[in-house]
Every structure is written in C-alpha cells, then in structure tokens.
C-alpha cells in the first residue's frame, strides 16, 4: 500500500485528533508528567497514547489519556489507534525508543519521522552497547537505526547523549534541551539538625545488573571497620541479580549491610535520600538521574563514573561530583554550590519554560 493510498484510508477513521500525541509505557515517571502537562498546558492540545506497565494505578482520570489493556485483542486495538493518530497528529513525542513493536511501525512509515520527537531515557540509547546473537535481534536493531537516523527531532538535556546519537546511529534530529520529567526537578526539603557520627551511604538505585553493585562493594570494603551504614535500593528490576547482591554485601559488611527490598511510597523515599550523606551510582550509562539531582540538591556527596555523560554534565554546570574510580575517603560536606546551581537550573520555572518552547516551535 502506497503512502497516499494509506493515508486516505486513515482519513475514513472518525478518531477526533489532538495536536501533539505522546507516546509512552506506563513508567514511573509518566504519570507524573501527565500530570503536570494538563495542569500546566492545554490538555486539548495533548493526546496521551499509554502502553500498559508499572504504574498503571498512578494513572488519574482524564479524557485525553488512552491505556492500551493488556489482552492480544486491545493490543492490536492499541497499535491500530497508534497509527492513525500518529498521522494525525502535528507532534508525536516518543517517551523512550525501547519499544521495538513502536521501532518496527516508524520504520515502515519513515514519513512520520521528521515530526517525531525522541525523549531519550538512556536504556534505548545505550541498546546500542547491547550484544546481538540471533537473526531476530540483529535485524530489531538494524531497524532501530533506521529509525533513529532519521528522527526529526532529539530530545534530553544531556548533550553526551545527543553526540552518541549521532555517533552511534547517525541521528541528525535537532537537538531540544528539556529536563523531560517532573522526577529531574529540585526538590527542597526542611531537614532536621541531626548529631551524628555513622556516615549513611547509597549503592545505586535499583536491582539492575547495570548499577554494578558488587565492584562498587567492593571499592567500599577499604572502610568497612568505620561506623558506616549502606543503604541499597532492591526494590524492582531483577530479583534474582538482588539476592546475589545481598548475599555479597551481608557477608563483606554484615549488619552494616542494609538493602532496601520493599517498595517505598515516593514521600518516603524522598525522606530516606535526605538520610543519606555519599551515594555511589556505579553506572557505566547514563541512569539514576532523578536520584543523583535529588541528593545534589541536598547539597549530598555524591560519586559517578567518570566517562558517564551525566558527570561531564555535571561538570560543565559546575557541580561538584566525585569520580568513583578515585574514592580514597569517606569525607562528606554539605555542598551550597551545588545546591544552588541545582536549584536554580532544576527548577519547575525552567522546566516549563523548556516545554513550552518543545511544544510551541
């Protein structure tokens, strides 16, 4: 079927359009920003297309937001709605690249490119490190590159991972600085005065492989004889890579060991990140970011990789991170600097100021 032909056919749908469509997977950071959007936009302008996922309760009700159900038959239903709105839309803001069902449409309909806006989350750009061993997943990522090659538009404010990108899959989108979700903001809290000696630490944020836990373990076994307390995030990703983590880090530290498997409500766990004093996010991609600017905003030590994308952001903005690979104490300052270069670049004020400007040009 021909471009024209298919577009007539679309045309006979009777499916009222909505200027920008956005296209998602119901994550965490999603309905926060939905959120934040129709109170802070023209919700008559946004369509929100959603992929059912892990936080489906947290959808509230509204008449622009559509969640696909998770039957065959409602799949079908929701791809179907997908093409012909993504043709009728003026924008269509694609909420991360990872998956390959969306990757596999755009590539059999490379007109819809140049109106496509990626927001890049990392994992589906650093898909590219990936290996691939069948027939299946090389071609998955041949068309991923199709894809991406031709996107009209990138969208992150990490400049490394534009430059990636473009290195990587010869993307030639324009680039748009956004914070993207509500969950990169600042965030100010009132913190109790508390006297204490026990350094509290952070060893990532979930239970993916990719926070490479162990080796960051074990740059911390130097100091296990002084009065710490390590905190490590297990609560989602994979279970059984979790238990492999505990067990290593019970019997390197033992009680002073403490990971964190039970999934805290977001108040409480912003309460706990004001607990701690250094985290280590041992991550060899771009990742964590809603956690690392929340504790830099506390004014917290906080220790990257060096050869991240995020720590040469953080660099250039002149916060101060410490590169993990040169950990040779556990000193930990509070940190004016940064927070008041966080506070005011993370800012609620800048966030709508950069989504107007994604949304308006």
């Known amino acids: ?19 920008i469509l956005h296209v998602a997977e119901c994550d965490k950071f999603i309905p926060p920003y939905i959120r934040f959007i129709n109170q802070n936009f023209n919700s008559d302008e946004h369509e929100f297309l959603i992929k059912n996922g892990m936080a489906d309760d947290e959808l509230e009700d509204a008449n622009n937001i559509c969640l696909s159900g998770r039957s065959a038959l409602l799949k079908v239903k929701h791809h179907t709605q997908l093409i012909i709105k993504m043709h009728r839309a003026d924008k269509i803001i694609l909420h991360s ?29 650093y898909a590219y490190q990936l290996k691939r061993v069948t027939l299946k997943e090389k071609i998955n990522e041949l068309l991923r590159h199709r894809v991406i090659n031709r996107l009209g538009h990138l969208v992150t404010y990490l400049e490394g991972d534009i430059a990636l990108a473009k290195d990587w899959y010869g993307a030639k989108g324009t680039y748009h600085e956004c914070l993207m979700y509500t969950s990169n ?37 130097p ?11 297990l609560s989602y990703g994979h279970q059984e890579y979790a238990q492999q983590v505990i067990k ?3 019997e390197w530290f033992g009680e002073k060991f403490k990971p ?9 766990y912003l309460l706990f990140l004001s607990s701690i004093d250094i985290a280590f996010f041992n991550h060899k991609r771009q990742q964590a970011m809603g956690n690392t600017i929340t504790l830099l905003g506390l004014g917290k030590t906080v ?18 991170v410490g590169d993990i690979e040169k950990l040779n104490n556990l000193d930990c300052h509070k940190l004016p600097k940064n927070i008041e270069i966080v506070k005011n670049y993370f800012s609620t004020e800048n966030y709508k100021k950069q989504l107007t400007q994604l949304f308006d040009k």
């Not at 964190?260 to 409480?268: G, R, Y």
Request: hydrophobic share 45%; glycine share 4%.
């Open 185 to 221: 903001l600042y965030k100010q809290y009132k913190l109790p005065a508390v006297d204490k000696v026990r350094v509290n630490i952070q060893v990532g944020n979930s239970a993916d492989p990719s926070n490479n836990h162990i080796e960051a373990l074990e740059k911390l076994l």
């Open 97 to 125: 690249l990872i998956d390959i069902k969306m990757v596999q449409i755009l590539s059999v309909m490379p007109w819809l490119l140049k109106k496509c806006y990626w927001m890049i989350w990392g994992a589906d750009l």
């Open 1 to 19: 079927m021909n471009k024209k032909r298919l577009l007539k056919l679309l045309r006979g749908f009777s499916v009222r359009a909505k200027r």
């Open 223 to 233: 100091f296990k004889h002084q009065d710490i307390c390590i905190y490590v995030p």
């Open 303 to 320: 220790y990257l990789r060096s050869e991240t994308t995020q720590w040469h952001f953080f660099a250039k903005k002149g916060i101060n």
């Open 260 to 268: 964190l498997t039970d999934f805290m409500p977001f108040d409480d």
């Open 248 to 250: 290593q880090g019970k």
